[in-house]
């Protein structure tokens, strides 16, 4: 299956293609860690246009559906099954667009219902290594607008000699060692999907008797106390989802809030992602368990961890009364199962109701592979 427009999920046309839908020579690809995720970069000119085609064409690459995504480059899990598609900006106001396409696992489908900020974190080193950004002299800023939610988001990073530099000292949980920083600065992130930083226009609801606080800075998100759902929130993502108990009645309080959320039908989509705080235990604001939607994330993700940022700056919002508020001008430190995120979301009253001013996360990226990939050979289909 592929995703529509609005993101639902629609069957994928498997049959023999012809012509250079084959792909027998190969697509030019580049591999990269992005933030606390890994994916397949791709220039859109070295994809199909049609998008059905472009997504068969992605699965056959990834090597999806199948657990161990064995025939294809995929990394079996879906923080490694990630796709970015890349070409210059025709708006004149951003250098380059970014469409982000997440290839399930265990399915064929390839959803664009949500953005990925681990993923954008790759998006300026790998728009100067394709040409479509020239390098500055000791640091570059790439304009990027995030076609999912038609936002825009600004990747700073180092360059020299007319090369991204990787090598550096910024350590990121959920990566081993140190690279070079890049500062990622969000824009217009408030209601990114939904259309308000608060989707349902109030601070708490209830759902399946579950207080939960509806949110969307950046990424449409559901903030619960680990508590309320009789869990700790410390524990390991596998053992979260191990709980089948658990698993049910979050998968019922994700498709009823998305309803008073106004996202409809979400059984086929990734979003709204869910999350469940509890109170700090090493000195961070508040301890996170997001799930993406089912297997539990071992990070967070950048976008779901401005959301949350922003949501628990709220007086009346579920965790805040738990929440260790750093001082101003200091960025949140969200604690998740790897360590650390730190996040900056600054909230004003606006106009036309409560928003973010800014959003701010530091992240790295490193190129682990710039070739060409072969597709698996298309499946007929059956009759």
Avoid: W
Avoid at 46 to 75: C, F, K, N, Y
Avoid at 100 to 117: P, T, Y
Avoid at 181 to 199: E, K, R
Avoid at 212 to 237: F, H, I, K, Q, W
């Amino acid at each position: 299956m592929t995703a529509d427009p609005d993101g639902a999920a629609r069957p994928l046309d498997t049959g023999p293609a012809s012509g250079p839908a084959h792909y027998d020579d190969g697509v030019r690809c580049l591999l990269m860690r992005g933030g606390t995720s890994k994916g397949a970069y791709f220039l859109a000119e070295d994809l199909p246009a049609d998008p059905a085609e472009r997504d068969d064409l992605l699965l056959r690459i990834m090597g999806s559906p199948d657990t161990r995504q064995i025939d294809g480059i995929g990394g079996a899990h879906p923080l490694t099954s990630k796709v970015a598609v890349v070409s210059r900006s025709a708006d004149g106001t951003t250098d380059v667009d970014y469409l982000f396409l997440q290839v399930a696992v265990d399915e064929a489908v390839v959803s664009d219902s949500q953005n990925c900020g681990n993923i954008l974190a790759g998006i300026g080193p790998f728009a100067v290594e394709r040409g479509l950004v020239p390098a500055q002299e000791s640091t570059t800023s790439v304009r990027i607008r995030m076609v999912n939610s038609d936002s825009i988001a600004t990747a700073t990073f180092a360059t020299s000699g007319g090369r991204v530099d990787y090598r550096g000292h910024a350590a990121i949980d959920g990566v081993p060692g140190t690279a070079a920083p890049i500062t990622l600065d969000f824009a217009d992130t408030a209601g990114s999907l939904t259309g308000a930083l608060l989707p349902t226009g109030n601070t708490k609801d209830v759902v399946d008797g579950v207080e939960v606080t509806c949110v969307d800075n950046g990424m449409p998100s559901v903030l619960m106390r680990a508590a309320d759902l009789g869990v700790s929130g410390y524990e390991e993502p596998a053992e979260l989802e191990a709980n089948a108990e658990l698993a049910a009645r979050l998968a019922r309080i994700r498709l009823e809030v998305a309803q008073l959320m106004g996202m409809g039908d979400v059984a086929g989509k990734t979003v709204p992602k869910l999350v469940l705080l509890a109170a700090p235990r090493n000195g961070g604001a508040v301890t996170t368990r997001s799930f993406l939607p089912v297997r539990c994330h071992s990070s967070i993700g950048v976008l779901g961890g401005t959301t949350v940022a922003a949501g628990i700056q709220l007086p009346d919002a579920v965790g805040h009364e738990f929440t260790q508020l750093p001082a101003d001008d200091e960025p949140l430190r969200l604690e998740h199962p790897t360590g650390y995120l730190d996040v900056g979301a600054a909230l004003e009253q606006g106009p036309s109701g409560l928003t973010t001013t800014s959003s701010t996360v530091l992240r790295t990226a490193r190129k682990l592979f710039d070739g060409t990939v072969f597709p698996r050979e298309q499946t007929p289909a059956t009759t």
